[in-house]
């Protein structure tokens, strides 16, 4: 969760369809991106789930050199075919927050 400047962020997101239950697929979706303040959305890219990655997309970003150092109020967008969107925003629990360190 803490990462310094030049490193690189590995972003895995299991995405689905709350009301249907089915995970979603790069046909299901519209778009998918990850929102970091200051930066150009991070696209997130499809990749098939298994049973031990439990992920279905996937984006890096490498962190800029004059990156502030502190939390990266993040979020992931998603829009589906069918107009349906979804957001998500860390939990607010240091540990598990994306927090740039000098």
Excluded: H
């Excluded at 249907?20 to 990749?47: C, E, H, M, W």
């Excluded at 992920?55 to 800029?64: G, L, M, S």
């Excluded at 502030?68 to 998603?78: E, H």
């Excluded at 629990?93 to 000098?102: A, H």
Aim: hydrophobic share 40%; aromatic share 12%; proline share 7%.
């Amino acid at each position: 969760s803490r990462f310094p400047a030049g490193a690189t962020v590995v972003f895995k997101v299991f995405a689905a369809d709350a009301k249907t239950q089915s995970v979603l697929k790069a046909d299901d979706v519209r778009y998918a991106f990850v929102k970091i303040p200051g930066q150009p959305n991070v696209k997130l890219t499809y990749v098939a789930p298994t049973e031990r990655n439990g992920t279905n997309f996937t984006a890096t970003w490498t962190v800029p050199a004059n990156y502030p150092a502190g939390l990266v109020k993040f979020t992931t967008r998603f829009q589906t075919k069918s107009k349906k969107y979804g957001n998500f925003v860390q939990v607010p629990v240091e540990t598990s927050q994306l927090t740039i360190v000098k």
